[in-house]
């Protein structure tokens, strides 16, 4: 387990911008936080180091790229041990697409992933090609997302 890290005023402005914007330079960074560049740096690299900066990516637009569908998809497992877990987990972060992997508690369901493919004949492959194919998958539910209402990457800060 991870110890929490704490945050000032200064920490918090710093991450929202950069939540809200990860290719901001240190300059405007620092300019509108009102630091100088160096210290504004310095507390990015602190920020990094004690690992509540993950990683810096680019988000795509799945529908650019031709990704309509988007599937919540329920897996039970026959066994719940650590190596037909770790065996499962390793399998399906391959895959790419799945975007998400949790294991779940108070469904019927011990994972769920979150997956995204052109179309249902992509989703029939992947399904049927991949997941059914997996040591110790007994059963599958899928939800299809109709519209995303909400879709957000920054996490609260207060």
Avoid: W
Wanted: proline share 3%; glycine share 6%; hydrophobic share 40%.
């Amino acid at each position: 387990m991870q110890s929490i890290v704490k945050l000032d005023r200064i920490d918090k402005q710093i991450l929202q911008l950069m939540q809200g914007n990860a290719r901001i330079s240190n300059l405007e960074l620092a300019d509108s936080i009102g630091l100088s560049p160096t210290p504004c740096s310095r507390r990015v690299k602190r920020l990094e180091e004690s690992g509540i900066i993950d990683k810096h990516v680019t988000l795509l637009k799945s529908a650019a790229l031709g990704l309509n569908l988007t599937a919540m998809i329920g897996i039970s497992m026959d066994r719940h041990t650590p190596e037909r877990f770790e065996n499962f987990e390793a399998s399906v972060t391959a895959l790419p697409e799945v975007l998400e992997c949790l294991i779940v508690t108070g469904q019927s369901a011990d994972f769920l992933l979150k997956v995204v493919v052109r179309d249902m004949q992509h989703y029939e492959q992947f399904l049927l090609g991949h997941i059914t194919k997996l040591e110790g998958v007994t059963g599958v539910h899928s939800s299809f997302v109709l519209r995303e209402v909400l879709k957000k990457t920054a996490l609260p800060l207060d």
